[in-house]
């Protein structure tokens, strides 16, 4: 799982204009509010809560901007200086369009906090995320990124649901209330599955079959790569994480490793949504004649029309990826970056 805000934000939509939007912002008392920080799409950055699109209102509480990017209902969450008070209000998709006037009076916020765990996977989660949703729009409320098991965060009165992630953890989806008047609300342990590619850390990996094939047989069986470290790429046209970062980085590694062209092969197993070429090539058109630069993938590209291997490795987002050892069995953690690892490591 990778968590880079900038990921994160992609599945956003960036609008050719921007919708206007203005408003004021007042304490519970109804007077203008200074030193408040309002904005949509939050998340933590160096440990601090900041709103990616914001819009900075003045000593007289009023602000005046333009929406540059929405997705779906869209959360504006209010917070003063000490995050201690704030308000949240969801706009429906429907009616994110021009003039927005949104005005919000701060109230008492409750601190939100708990833990996550994955028994199987251990201590270490490494760096892992939470998403806070407002219910039942499902619009983002908040993103969460931290490098222990534990997570805080100030809300207002609501009913939301925190979707927690860790890499090889299944999500895990947890709905809560936060109740008027600012008391804390710990949400205790959170305890989230392995996938199935983490159950089969040290262990031969789970069925792999492809329906059509591009740089090698369509009946490719992984046991026949036996002796190379093997890369499996889940990945589809809408993952925009694969197509503007990882797809990147796997041209850099195969470029970085010429040598070892022999050592490793990186397959990327295409989601069931293209059922034949013709399909996939039109949901790939636009990244080709884009940001891949009228270039195909320089690495073998397998379709699962039927979703079979999807499901069987367990795979929930729309990208993924599992590193299988010379031996034949699947890497803990593994990724492109635990792969050159282990290249230049010979």
């Not at 699109?53 to 200086?81: C, T, V």
């Not at 609300?185 to 996938?195: F, I, Q, S, Y």
């Amino acid at each position: 799982m990778r968590t880079l805000l900038t990921i994160a934000l992609l599945s956003s939509r960036i609008l050719a204009d921007g919708i206007p939007i203005s408003g004021q912002i007042t304490d519970a008392e109804g007077k203008p509010a200074s030193g408040v920080e309002f904005g949509a799409e939050w998340a933590t950055r160096n440990g601090k809560l900041l709103p990616f699109q914001r819009w900075k209102p003045g000593a007289d509480g009023k602000y005046s901007g333009e929406l540059h990017w929405k997705s779906g209902a869209m959360a504006f969450l209010a917070l003063d200086a000490a995050q201690t008070n704030g308000a949240l209000l969801v706009v429906e998709e429907k009616d994110l369009k021009a003039p927005m006037s949104i005005d919000m009076k701060l109230g008492p916020l409750s601190g939100v906090s708990g833990s996550l765990a994955c028994p199987a996977i251990g201590p270490a989660l490494g760096t892992t995320s939470l998403f806070v949703e407002a219910r039942p729009s499902g619009a983002r409320v908040a993103w969460l990124t931290q490098k222990n098991d534990k997570f805080a965060i100030p809300l207002p009165p609501g009913d939301y649901e925190a979707v927690a992630m860790a890499f090889d953890a299944k999500k895990l989806r947890t709905a809560f209330k936060v109740e008027v008047g600012g008391k804390a609300l710990d949400l205790g342990k959170l305890e989230l599955a392995p996938t199935e590619i983490a159950q089969s850390w040290g262990k031969a990996p789970p069925a792999f079959a492809a329906t059509a094939a591009r740089g090698v047989p369509a009946d490719l069986k992984l046991a026949t790569l036996k002796g190379k470290w093997v890369l499996v790429v889940f990945w589809s046209a809408e993952a925009d994480d694969f197509t503007r970062v990882v797809y990147q980085n796997l041209k850099g590694l195969l470029e970085r490793q010429k040598a070892a062209a022999g050592e490793f092969e990186i397959l990327a197993l295409y989601d069931s949504s293209a059922r034949d070429w013709k399909e996939y090539d039109a949901k790939v058109a636009n990244l080709r004649a884009g940001i891949w630069g009228g270039t195909d993938p320089p690495f073998p590209v397998l379709l699962d029309s039927t979703g079979e291997t999807w499901k069987a490795w367990g795979i929930e987002s729309k990208s993924a990826m599992a590193l299988i050892d010379p031996d034949g069995n699947v890497v803990r953690g593994g990724n492109d970056r635990v792969l050159e690892e282990k290249l230049n490591a010979k």
